[in-house]
Every structure is written in C-alpha cells, then in structure tokens.
C-alpha cells in the first residue's frame, strides 16, 4: 500500500512541495472525527470532553503510522510525521477550544498563534524523508 501521508523530499516546485507537506501534516480525518462528537459533549462535562480529545490523539496515531510506512518501497514509519501530526492536532483542539476551555486554559491569541505559526512554519523546517527502511531492510 503507498503512504499517503509520507513526505518524500523533492526538488523543483517548491511551492507545491510545501502546501503537500502541510496537507499531510495536519490530521484533518481525526479533526473531523473529533469535531464530529466534540459538539455533542456539553460544556460542563470536562472529563468526557477531555477523554473524547485524547482518543481522538489516539486515533492520529495509527492513522499516520500506517499512513507513513511503505513495505513495497522499504520505507518504514515516519516517526516525525507521527509527532507532528500529534502536536498540530493537539494545536488544532487547543485553537477550536474543546476542553481547554472547560478547564480554564484556554487564550485565544495563544491559539491563534499557535495554530498559524505551527501550520507555516513547520513544513517549511521539515522536508521529509525519515524512515527509509523497513524493519531493517535498506531501501
């Protein structure tokens, strides 16, 4: 199966290259995910907003450990994006508020920042290319 979430670093196109990177970094499946429930958790209910929001961390991981691991190519998993895409999904549940904000942790400006700045930068500082092999196989 090839990996959808790989970045494979590239030449040429340097403009495409990154909005490829930044798409792949930011788990939008488990955000949709997490939105989709996250609203229905009422704004008293702190710890099930809090469990809802770290299953739905779980769920990011799987997600691009199996979305960054290409047997066929012997490229294993690419640890990186796995904690990136944790982080930019904890950024983008800080940012939407969830429980952060039951919990009296929560600053707009932070988020915005945060968010912004994580969503630009990052893919500009990381170019891929970390687990080129496979259970110990070269590539």
Known sequence: MPA????????GEPFKSYFGRVMKM?????????????GF???????WQLVWALLCLGCVIPSRILGTQDREKGKGID???????????LIWVYTIGGPFKSFNIYNAIVAGALSALW???VPLIYRGGVGDQASGQAA
Request: proline share 10%.
């Open 79 to 89: 640890w990186v994006v796995v904690v990136l895409s944790c982080v930019a999904y």
């Open 4 to 11: 959808p979430y790989r970045m494979e670093p590239t030449e």
């Open 26 to 38: 930011v788990p939008v499946e488990v955000i949709g995910l997490y939105l989709g429930i996250a």
């Open 41 to 47: 958790i009422p704004d008293k209910e702190k710890v």
């Open 119 to 121: 969503t630009f930068i």
